[in-house]
């Protein structure tokens, strides 16, 4: 199974870009796919997640309102648009397949994913 992350770049605060995640081994039409993200010296944070019909999302407080994920399960697709982006975005982005979360106050929080991409780096310039 390998996950391909895409659509990382340079893009000054303000601005948009969008990131992909092919997945080829297997297909993961049931499964919650998602994006965490690692900030140079920071330990790697949950961003959003998609139910596997894709009729749910989740995100982080910190991106709600300005990042969208959605997926295209006949293309074994996962998509992350980022608009409004800001530097504190700055991260290395990996995609995920089958997310770990526990359930705690009517919420669902995402810790860990069983698959991994490799990672797509996104950097925002003031």
């Known amino acids: 199974v390998q996950l391909q992350a895409s659509g990382g770049g340079l893009v000054q605060a303000g601005g948009s870009l969008r990131l992909s995640c092919s997945v080829s081994?297997?297909?993961?039409?049931?499964?919650?796919r998602g994006w965490f993200r690692q900030a140079p010296g920071k330990e790697r944070e949950f961003v959003a997640a998609?139910?596997?019909?894709?009729?749910?999302?989740y995100y982080a407080e910190s991106v709600k309102g300005r990042f969208t994920i959605s997926r295209d399960n006949a293309e074994n697709m996962v998509y992350l648009q980022m608009n409004r982006l800001k530097p504190e975005d700055t991260a290395v982005y990996y995609c995920?397949?089958?997310?770990?979360?526990?359930?705690?106050?009517?919420?669902?929080?995402?810790?860990?994913?069983?698959?991994w991409g490799q990672g797509t780096l996104v950097t925002v310039s003031s």
């Open positions: 081994g297997r297909t993961f039409s049931n499964y919650v």
């Open positions: 995920a397949a089958d997310l770990l979360s526990t359930y705690q106050g009517g919420s669902y929080y995402y810790t860990g994913s069983r698959y």
């Open positions: 998609i139910s596997g019909s894709g009729s749910s999302t």
